[in-house]
Protein backbone atom coordinates (compact mmCIF):
# COMPACT_ATOMS: atom_id res chain seq x y z
CA UNK A 1 0.00 0.00 0.00
CA UNK A 2 1.56 3.29 -0.83
CA UNK A 3 0.35 7.00 0.42
CA UNK A 4 1.52 10.28 -0.36
CA UNK A 5 0.76 12.92 1.88
CA UNK A 6 0.58 16.62 0.45
CA UNK A 7 1.23 19.39 2.59
CA UNK A 8 -0.82 22.59 0.58
CA UNK A 9 1.42 25.50 1.87
CA UNK A 10 5.21 24.64 2.35
CA UNK A 11 6.59 26.84 4.87
CA UNK A 12 9.66 27.27 7.28
CA UNK A 13 8.39 24.84 9.96
CA UNK A 14 7.39 21.72 7.96
CA UNK A 15 4.02 19.53 8.37
CA UNK A 16 4.99 17.23 11.29
CA UNK A 17 1.21 15.38 11.47
CA UNK A 18 2.14 14.01 8.05
CA UNK A 19 5.38 12.85 9.78
CA UNK A 20 3.63 11.46 13.25
CA UNK A 21 0.70 9.45 10.81
CA UNK A 22 4.00 7.68 8.64
CA UNK A 23 6.00 6.94 11.96
CA UNK A 24 2.39 5.55 13.71
CA UNK A 25 1.55 3.14 10.77
CA UNK A 26 5.17 1.87 9.50
CA UNK A 27 5.58 0.47 13.24
CA UNK A 28 2.82 -1.83 12.76
CA UNK A 29 2.60 -2.22 9.22
CA UNK A 30 6.00 -2.76 7.45
CA UNK A 31 4.67 -3.08 4.03
CA UNK A 32 3.05 1.02 3.76
CA UNK A 33 5.00 2.92 1.95
CA UNK A 34 4.83 6.72 2.48
CA UNK A 35 5.53 9.83 0.63
CA UNK A 36 4.99 13.42 1.07
CA UNK A 37 4.33 16.23 -1.66
CA UNK A 38 5.10 20.06 -0.44
CA UNK A 39 3.15 22.89 -2.37
CA UNK A 40 4.08 26.81 -2.58
CA UNK A 41 1.65 29.26 -2.47
CA UNK A 42 -0.32 29.80 -5.56
CA UNK A 43 1.25 26.16 -7.52
CA UNK A 44 -1.08 25.16 -10.44
CA UNK A 45 -3.16 22.72 -8.92
CA UNK A 46 -3.77 20.60 -11.71
CA UNK A 47 0.47 20.52 -12.17
CA UNK A 48 0.33 19.50 -8.81
CA UNK A 49 -2.12 16.54 -8.90
CA UNK A 50 0.05 15.11 -11.83
CA UNK A 51 3.35 15.53 -9.54
CA UNK A 52 1.18 13.54 -6.82
CA UNK A 53 0.01 10.86 -9.19
CA UNK A 54 3.23 10.45 -10.67
CA UNK A 55 4.16 8.43 -7.67
CA UNK A 56 1.12 6.07 -8.23
CA UNK A 57 -0.34 6.36 -4.72
CA UNK A 58 -3.43 4.23 -3.34
CA UNK A 59 -4.67 6.88 -0.82
CA UNK A 60 -3.60 10.46 -1.48
CA UNK A 61 -3.75 12.15 2.46
CA UNK A 62 -4.09 15.35 2.95
CA UNK A 63 -4.34 17.35 6.28
CA UNK A 64 -6.50 20.56 5.97
CA UNK A 65 -6.18 23.90 8.08
CA UNK A 66 -9.26 26.32 6.89
CA UNK A 67 -6.57 28.14 5.76
CA UNK A 68 -5.90 27.63 2.10
CA UNK A 69 -8.88 24.88 2.51
CA UNK A 70 -10.60 26.49 -0.37
CA UNK A 71 -7.51 24.83 -2.52
CA UNK A 72 -7.89 21.80 -0.97
CA UNK A 73 -11.08 20.97 -1.68
CA UNK A 74 -10.02 21.91 -5.78
CA UNK A 75 -7.50 20.26 -5.56
CA UNK A 76 -9.73 16.75 -4.24
CA UNK A 77 -11.21 17.28 -7.05
CA UNK A 78 -8.74 17.57 -9.79
CA UNK A 79 -6.96 14.23 -8.23
CA UNK A 80 -10.38 12.70 -9.04
CA UNK A 81 -10.78 13.94 -11.85
CA UNK A 82 -7.51 12.63 -13.22
CA UNK A 83 -7.65 8.98 -11.28
CA UNK A 84 -11.33 8.78 -10.53
CA UNK A 85 -10.02 5.21 -8.28
CA UNK A 86 -7.61 7.00 -5.48
CA UNK A 87 -8.17 7.35 -2.41
CA UNK A 88 -8.30 10.69 -0.73
CA UNK A 89 -8.57 10.85 3.15
CA UNK A 90 -8.25 14.47 4.58
CA UNK A 91 -7.51 14.84 8.55
CA UNK A 92 -6.14 18.01 10.50
CA UNK A 93 -8.34 20.69 12.28
CA UNK A 94 -10.19 22.30 9.58
CA UNK A 95 -11.99 18.49 8.91
CA UNK A 96 -12.16 18.08 12.38
CA UNK A 97 -13.85 21.52 13.47
CA UNK A 98 -16.58 21.47 10.19
CA UNK A 99 -16.93 17.51 9.50
CA UNK A 100 -19.79 18.58 6.97
CA UNK A 101 -17.44 20.45 4.86
CA UNK A 102 -16.06 17.41 3.51
CA UNK A 103 -15.25 18.02 -0.12
CA UNK A 104 -17.37 15.87 -3.26
CA UNK A 105 -13.26 14.79 -4.20
CA UNK A 106 -12.49 13.60 -1.21
CA UNK A 107 -13.79 9.57 0.13
CA UNK A 108 -13.37 10.13 3.93
CA UNK A 109 -11.47 12.66 6.87
CA UNK A 110 -10.27 11.85 10.16
CA UNK A 111 -11.44 13.62 12.74
CA UNK A 112 -9.15 14.55 15.58
CA UNK A 113 -6.22 12.58 16.32
CA UNK A 114 -5.31 10.61 13.64
CA UNK A 115 -3.07 8.09 14.47
CA UNK A 116 -5.18 5.43 15.55
CA UNK A 117 -7.83 5.77 13.18
CA UNK A 118 -5.29 5.93 10.04
CA UNK A 119 -3.87 2.94 11.09
CA UNK A 120 -7.24 0.74 11.33
CA UNK A 121 -8.11 2.18 7.78
CA UNK A 122 -4.49 1.11 6.54
CA UNK A 123 -5.10 -1.87 8.10
CA UNK A 124 -8.50 -2.47 6.56
CA UNK A 125 -6.61 -1.52 3.07
CA UNK A 126 -4.16 -3.92 3.24
CA UNK A 127 -6.27 -6.99 4.56
CA UNK A 128 -9.46 -5.95 1.50
CA UNK A 129 -7.62 -4.56 -0.87
CA UNK A 130 -9.72 -1.18 -0.27
CA UNK A 131 -12.12 0.32 1.92
CA UNK A 132 -15.42 -1.36 1.90
CA UNK A 133 -18.36 0.82 2.25
CA UNK A 134 -20.44 -0.79 4.36
CA UNK A 135 -17.56 -1.05 7.16
CA UNK A 136 -16.80 2.39 7.33
CA UNK A 137 -19.78 3.17 9.74
CA UNK A 138 -18.10 1.11 12.45
CA UNK A 139 -14.52 2.65 12.21
CA UNK A 140 -14.59 5.05 15.04
CA UNK A 141 -13.35 8.91 14.36
CA UNK A 142 -14.23 9.62 10.74
CA UNK A 143 -16.88 11.24 8.23
CA UNK A 144 -17.55 9.76 5.09
CA UNK A 145 -20.58 10.49 1.84
CA UNK A 146 -23.37 8.22 2.11
CA UNK A 147 -24.85 8.85 -1.00
CA UNK A 148 -26.06 12.34 -0.88
CA UNK A 149 -25.59 12.67 2.60
CA UNK A 150 -22.57 12.87 5.18
CA UNK A 151 -22.30 10.46 8.25
CA UNK A 152 -20.04 11.28 11.13
CA UNK A 153 -19.17 8.07 13.41
CA UNK A 154 -17.78 8.37 17.31
CA UNK A 155 -14.99 10.47 18.10
CA UNK A 156 -12.03 8.49 18.79
CA UNK A 157 -10.48 8.43 22.36
CA UNK A 158 -6.84 9.93 22.82
CA UNK A 159 -4.05 8.16 22.76
CA UNK A 160 -2.23 7.61 26.03
CA UNK A 161 0.37 8.08 27.28
CA UNK A 162 1.58 10.11 24.35
CA UNK A 163 4.70 8.89 24.74
CA UNK A 164 3.36 5.54 22.87
CA UNK A 165 3.14 7.67 19.96
CA UNK A 166 6.45 7.21 17.92
CA UNK A 167 9.30 10.35 17.25
CA UNK A 168 8.14 11.82 13.70
CA UNK A 169 9.45 9.52 10.42
CA UNK A 170 11.61 12.57 9.30
CA UNK A 171 12.57 10.33 5.90
CA UNK A 172 9.38 11.48 4.54
CA UNK A 173 10.75 15.56 4.71
CA UNK A 174 13.27 17.10 2.69
CA UNK A 175 15.85 17.06 5.46
CA UNK A 176 18.14 18.91 3.57
CA UNK A 177 16.33 22.30 2.51
CA UNK A 178 14.46 22.21 6.04
CA UNK A 179 17.92 22.75 7.93
CA UNK A 180 19.39 24.84 5.61
CA UNK A 181 20.59 28.34 6.82
CA UNK A 182 17.42 30.17 7.05
CA UNK A 183 16.46 33.49 9.02
CA UNK A 184 14.67 30.80 11.59
CA UNK A 185 12.83 31.86 14.84
CA UNK A 186 12.34 35.30 12.64
CA UNK A 187 15.37 36.95 14.09
CA UNK A 188 17.88 39.01 12.10
CA UNK A 189 20.40 35.96 12.02
CA UNK A 190 20.92 32.89 9.97
CA UNK A 191 20.30 29.48 11.52
CA UNK A 192 20.13 26.18 10.75
CA UNK A 193 17.29 25.20 12.08
CA UNK A 194 14.43 22.59 13.05
CA UNK A 195 11.29 21.98 15.29
CA UNK A 196 10.30 19.62 17.91
CA UNK A 197 6.95 19.00 19.76
CA UNK A 198 6.46 17.62 23.08
CA UNK A 199 2.88 18.12 23.48
CA UNK A 200 -0.51 18.47 22.30
CA UNK A 201 -2.96 20.62 23.14
CA UNK A 202 -3.47 23.59 25.65
CA UNK A 203 -4.25 23.53 29.08
CA UNK A 204 -6.23 26.55 28.20
CA UNK A 205 -9.12 27.47 25.56
CA UNK A 206 -8.53 30.83 24.18
CA UNK A 207 -11.91 31.89 21.87
CA UNK A 208 -9.68 32.35 18.81
CA UNK A 209 -8.06 28.91 18.90
CA UNK A 210 -8.51 25.47 17.08
CA UNK A 211 -6.14 23.58 19.66
CA UNK A 212 -8.61 22.57 22.15
CA UNK A 213 -11.22 20.98 18.94
CA UNK A 214 -7.98 18.90 17.29
CA UNK A 215 -6.49 17.76 20.60
CA UNK A 216 -9.32 17.73 23.39
CA UNK A 217 -7.26 17.83 26.57
CA UNK A 218 -3.24 18.35 27.00
CA UNK A 219 -1.31 16.11 27.12
CA UNK A 220 2.76 16.15 27.70
CA UNK A 221 5.53 13.93 26.50
CA UNK A 222 7.57 12.96 29.55
CA UNK A 223 10.90 14.87 30.51
CA UNK A 224 12.93 11.76 29.21
CA UNK A 225 11.04 11.57 25.42
CA UNK A 226 11.53 15.05 24.70
CA UNK A 227 15.36 15.18 25.57
CA UNK A 228 15.76 11.53 23.71
CA UNK A 229 14.12 13.14 20.57
CA UNK A 230 16.80 16.41 21.20
CA UNK A 231 19.82 14.06 21.16
CA UNK A 232 18.55 11.96 18.11
CA UNK A 233 18.49 14.92 16.20
CA UNK A 234 21.23 16.50 17.20
CA UNK A 235 22.92 13.15 16.34
CA UNK A 236 21.31 12.67 13.10
CA UNK A 237 22.14 16.18 12.00
CA UNK A 238 24.96 17.81 13.10
CA UNK A 239 24.31 20.51 11.55
CA UNK A 240 21.51 21.73 13.18
CA UNK A 241 21.96 24.65 15.88
CA UNK A 242 18.44 25.67 16.36
CA UNK A 243 15.36 24.08 17.40
CA UNK A 244 11.89 25.74 17.29
CA UNK A 245 9.91 24.33 20.26
CA UNK A 246 6.49 24.24 18.74
CA UNK A 247 3.94 23.19 21.45
CA UNK A 248 1.07 25.28 21.73
CA UNK A 249 2.69 25.71 25.23
CA UNK A 250 5.94 24.78 26.11
CA UNK A 251 5.96 25.81 30.01
CA UNK A 252 2.54 24.90 31.11
CA UNK A 253 3.75 22.37 33.06
CA UNK A 254 6.50 23.74 35.76
CA UNK A 255 7.78 20.52 36.97
CA UNK A 256 8.32 19.11 33.24
CA UNK A 257 10.10 22.03 32.51
CA UNK A 258 12.54 21.77 35.68
CA UNK A 259 13.11 18.10 34.33
CA UNK A 260 13.81 19.05 30.97
CA UNK A 261 16.73 21.46 31.74
CA UNK A 262 17.92 19.15 34.10
CA UNK A 263 18.48 16.63 31.53
CA UNK A 264 19.35 18.67 28.40
CA UNK A 265 22.07 20.37 31.14
CA UNK A 266 23.04 17.27 32.43
CA UNK A 267 23.80 15.50 28.75
CA UNK A 268 25.28 19.00 27.74
CA UNK A 269 22.88 19.52 24.98
CA UNK A 270 22.41 22.81 24.98
CA UNK A 271 25.88 23.34 23.99
CA UNK A 272 26.27 24.81 20.45
CA UNK A 273 22.36 25.03 19.49
CA UNK A 274 20.01 27.53 20.37
CA UNK A 275 15.92 27.35 21.22
CA UNK A 276 12.68 29.32 20.57
CA UNK A 277 9.37 28.79 22.72
CA UNK A 278 5.66 29.62 22.87
CA UNK A 279 5.10 31.15 26.11
CA UNK A 280 2.51 32.58 27.95
CA UNK A 281 2.35 35.91 29.98
CA UNK A 282 0.81 34.81 32.95
CA UNK A 283 3.17 31.80 33.51
CA UNK A 284 5.88 34.03 33.27
CA UNK A 285 8.21 34.67 36.01
CA UNK A 286 11.62 34.89 37.27
CA UNK A 287 12.66 30.83 37.98
CA UNK A 288 10.68 30.08 34.58
CA UNK A 289 12.73 32.70 32.86
CA UNK A 290 16.54 31.63 34.15
CA UNK A 291 15.19 28.01 33.82
CA UNK A 292 14.96 28.89 30.05
CA UNK A 293 17.78 31.07 29.88
CA UNK A 294 20.12 28.01 31.17
CA UNK A 295 19.11 26.33 27.92
CA UNK A 296 19.83 28.66 25.56
CA UNK A 297 16.32 29.61 24.73
CA UNK A 298 16.94 32.72 23.02
CA UNK A 299 13.69 34.28 22.18
CA UNK A 300 9.90 33.20 23.87
CA UNK A 301 6.94 33.86 21.29
CA UNK A 302 3.93 35.29 22.96
CA UNK A 303 0.34 36.12 21.72
CA UNK A 304 -0.40 39.19 23.37
CA UNK A 305 -2.94 40.10 20.74
CA UNK A 306 -4.59 43.30 22.66
CA UNK A 307 -3.58 45.66 24.44
CA UNK A 308 -6.83 46.19 25.62
CA UNK A 309 -8.08 44.73 28.82
CA UNK A 310 -11.84 44.15 27.62
CA UNK A 311 -10.76 42.43 24.19
CA UNK A 312 -7.93 40.54 25.95
CA UNK A 313 -10.64 38.92 28.32
CA UNK A 314 -13.00 37.78 25.61
CA UNK A 315 -10.24 36.47 23.37
CA UNK A 316 -8.57 34.98 26.63
CA UNK A 317 -11.00 33.96 28.63
CA UNK A 318 -9.72 36.03 31.32
CA UNK A 319 -6.60 34.35 32.18
CA UNK A 320 -4.42 36.74 31.44
CA UNK A 321 -4.27 40.37 31.77
CA UNK A 322 -2.71 43.94 30.12
CA UNK A 323 -0.10 43.97 33.21
CA UNK A 324 1.02 40.31 32.51
CA UNK A 325 1.66 41.09 29.06
CA UNK A 326 3.40 44.51 29.75
CA UNK A 327 5.24 42.52 32.54
CA UNK A 328 6.12 39.35 30.36
CA UNK A 329 7.38 41.65 27.91
CA UNK A 330 9.44 43.91 30.54
CA UNK A 331 11.21 40.64 32.28
CA UNK A 332 12.04 38.81 28.92
CA UNK A 333 13.93 41.75 27.99
CA UNK A 334 15.36 42.10 30.85
CA UNK A 335 16.83 38.82 31.01
CA UNK A 336 18.33 39.00 27.82
CA UNK A 337 16.04 37.22 25.41
CA UNK A 338 13.75 37.93 22.22
CA UNK A 339 10.67 38.34 22.68
CA UNK A 340 8.12 37.86 19.42
CA UNK A 341 4.92 39.30 19.94
CA UNK A 342 1.63 38.14 18.35
CA UNK A 343 -1.46 40.54 17.90
CA UNK A 344 -4.49 41.07 16.86
CA UNK A 345 -7.02 43.57 15.59
CA UNK A 346 -10.64 43.88 14.60
CA UNK A 347 -12.19 41.33 17.32
CA UNK A 348 -16.04 42.04 17.18
CA UNK A 349 -16.69 44.93 19.81
CA UNK A 350 -13.04 46.41 19.36
CA UNK A 351 -12.99 50.41 19.65
CA UNK A 352 -10.61 52.78 18.08
CA UNK A 353 -9.28 53.34 21.25
CA UNK A 354 -8.68 49.66 21.47
CA UNK A 355 -6.91 49.73 19.17
CA UNK A 356 -4.89 52.70 19.46
CA UNK A 357 -3.85 50.87 22.83
CA UNK A 358 -2.47 48.05 21.47
CA UNK A 359 -0.11 49.94 18.77
CA UNK A 360 0.60 51.73 21.62
CA UNK A 361 1.60 48.29 23.57
CA UNK A 362 3.90 47.34 20.29
CA UNK A 363 5.68 51.02 20.21
CA UNK A 364 6.59 51.11 23.57
CA UNK A 365 7.95 47.04 23.95
CA UNK A 366 11.12 46.10 22.81
CA UNK A 367 10.29 42.58 20.61
CA UNK A 368 12.58 41.04 18.37
CA UNK A 369 9.77 40.86 15.89
CA UNK A 370 6.52 41.51 16.07
CA UNK A 371 3.33 39.74 13.75
CA UNK A 372 0.17 41.40 13.23
CA UNK A 373 -3.39 39.48 12.31
CA UNK A 374 -6.85 40.47 11.39
CA UNK A 375 -9.01 38.53 13.81
CA UNK A 376 -10.59 35.60 12.04
CA UNK A 377 -12.92 33.59 12.74
CA UNK A 378 -11.79 29.92 12.73
CA UNK A 379 -14.41 26.96 12.94
CA UNK A 380 -15.23 25.23 16.09
CA UNK A 381 -13.89 28.19 18.33
CA UNK A 382 -16.29 30.78 20.44
CA UNK A 383 -15.48 33.21 18.13
CA UNK A 384 -16.82 30.96 15.36
CA UNK A 385 -19.78 30.58 16.93
CA UNK A 386 -20.20 33.96 18.23
CA UNK A 387 -20.06 34.97 14.22
CA UNK A 388 -21.82 32.21 13.25
CA UNK A 389 -24.85 33.78 14.85
CA UNK A 390 -24.52 36.80 13.94
CA UNK A 391 -24.54 35.87 10.25
CA UNK A 392 -21.12 36.73 9.92
CA UNK A 393 -19.42 32.98 8.86
CA UNK A 394 -21.17 29.86 7.99
CA UNK A 395 -20.54 26.14 7.38
CA UNK A 396 -21.03 26.28 3.31
CA UNK A 397 -18.94 29.98 3.26
CA UNK A 398 -16.28 30.92 1.03
CA UNK A 399 -13.34 29.48 2.74
CA UNK A 400 -10.55 32.18 0.93
CA UNK A 401 -12.65 35.03 3.11
CA UNK A 402 -10.51 33.00 6.02
CA UNK A 403 -7.38 32.77 4.29
CA UNK A 404 -5.37 34.93 7.30
CA UNK A 405 -2.24 33.17 5.38
CA UNK A 406 -2.20 35.40 2.98
CA UNK A 407 -1.17 38.53 4.31
CA UNK A 408 -2.37 40.57 1.19
CA UNK A 409 -5.94 38.81 0.33
CA UNK A 410 -8.61 40.89 -0.54
CA UNK A 411 -11.10 38.70 0.68
CA UNK A 412 -9.97 38.61 4.22
CA UNK A 413 -12.97 38.82 6.07
CA UNK A 414 -13.58 41.70 8.64
CA UNK A 415 -16.00 40.70 11.35
CA UNK A 416 -15.90 44.25 13.76
CA UNK A 417 -17.69 46.66 10.91
CA UNK A 418 -20.25 47.85 13.47
CA UNK A 419 -17.64 49.05 15.99
CA UNK A 420 -15.01 50.37 13.50
CA UNK A 421 -15.66 50.77 10.03
CA UNK A 422 -13.35 48.90 7.38
CA UNK A 423 -12.07 52.04 5.59
CA UNK A 424 -11.17 53.51 8.99
CA UNK A 425 -9.75 49.66 10.28
CA UNK A 426 -7.57 49.68 7.00
CA UNK A 427 -6.04 52.71 8.45
CA UNK A 428 -5.11 52.00 11.61
CA UNK A 429 -4.17 47.92 10.36
CA UNK A 430 -1.72 49.87 8.37
CA UNK A 431 -0.53 52.23 11.26
CA UNK A 432 -0.14 48.81 13.46
CA UNK A 433 2.09 47.33 10.57
CA UNK A 434 4.52 49.81 10.75
CA UNK A 435 4.62 49.69 14.34
CA UNK A 436 5.33 46.06 13.91
CA UNK A 437 8.19 46.89 11.22
CA UNK A 438 10.06 48.91 13.40
CA UNK A 439 11.12 45.99 15.41
CA UNK A 440 11.44 43.01 12.34
CA UNK A 441 14.41 42.37 10.89
CA UNK A 442 14.61 43.78 7.20
CA UNK A 443 15.12 41.23 4.39
CA UNK A 444 17.99 41.27 2.37
CA UNK A 445 18.54 39.76 -1.22
CA UNK A 446 19.11 36.84 -0.03
CA UNK A 447 16.02 36.51 2.06
CA UNK A 448 13.67 37.37 -0.99
CA UNK A 449 15.20 35.00 -3.06
CA UNK A 450 14.72 32.39 -0.49
CA UNK A 451 10.37 33.11 -1.08
CA UNK A 452 11.11 31.60 -4.39
CA UNK A 453 11.22 28.33 -2.60
CA UNK A 454 7.74 28.86 -0.70
CA UNK A 455 5.79 30.04 -3.38
CA UNK A 456 5.16 30.11 -7.14
CA UNK A 457 7.19 32.17 -9.54
CA UNK A 458 3.30 33.82 -10.45
CA UNK A 459 3.11 34.81 -7.04
CA UNK A 460 6.58 35.69 -6.27
CA UNK A 461 6.72 37.98 -9.25
CA UNK A 462 2.85 39.77 -8.13
CA UNK A 463 4.37 40.21 -4.97
CA UNK A 464 7.41 41.77 -6.04
CA UNK A 465 5.24 44.13 -8.54
CA UNK A 466 2.94 45.18 -5.47
CA UNK A 467 5.81 45.82 -3.14
CA UNK A 468 7.78 48.02 -6.26
CA UNK A 469 4.49 50.17 -6.53
CA UNK A 470 3.99 50.89 -2.81
CA UNK A 471 7.55 52.15 -3.07
CA UNK A 472 7.03 54.20 -5.83
CA UNK A 473 4.16 55.98 -4.53
Given at each position: ???????????????????????????????????????????????????????????????????????????????????????????????????????????????????????????????????????????????????????????????????????????????????????????????????????????????????????????????????????????????????NIIDD?????????????????????????????NGRAN???????????????????????????????????????????????????????????????????????????????????????????????????????????????????????????????????????????????????????????????????????????????????????????????
Amino acid sequence: MRVTFVNMRREMYPLLGACYMSAYVKQTLASVETSLVELVVNEDLHAAARKILALDPDVVGITTFTVGYYDTMALCGILKSIKPDVQVWLGGAHITSVPHTLPTGADLGIIGEGEETFLELCRLWENEGGIPANSLSEIKGICYRDGSDIRVTERRGLISPLDSIPPPDLSILDMDWYIKEKKFFLLNRYLRGFVLLTSRGCPYDCRFCQAAVQWGKCRYNSAERVVSEIEALRRKYRKINAINIIDDLFIGSIKRLREIVRLIREKKLHDGIVFNINGRANLINEEVLELLKSINVIQISYGFESASERVLSYLKGGTVTVEHNFRAAELTNGIGMGVGGQFMLGTPGETEQDILSTIDFIRRNPMSHAHLSVTTPLPGTVLWQDCKQKGLVSDDMDWRKLDFGLPDNPSLIYVNDDSVPKEKFTTFVKDAQEACARWNPKPTIRDYLGYLELMSLREFIRKGARKLLRLLK
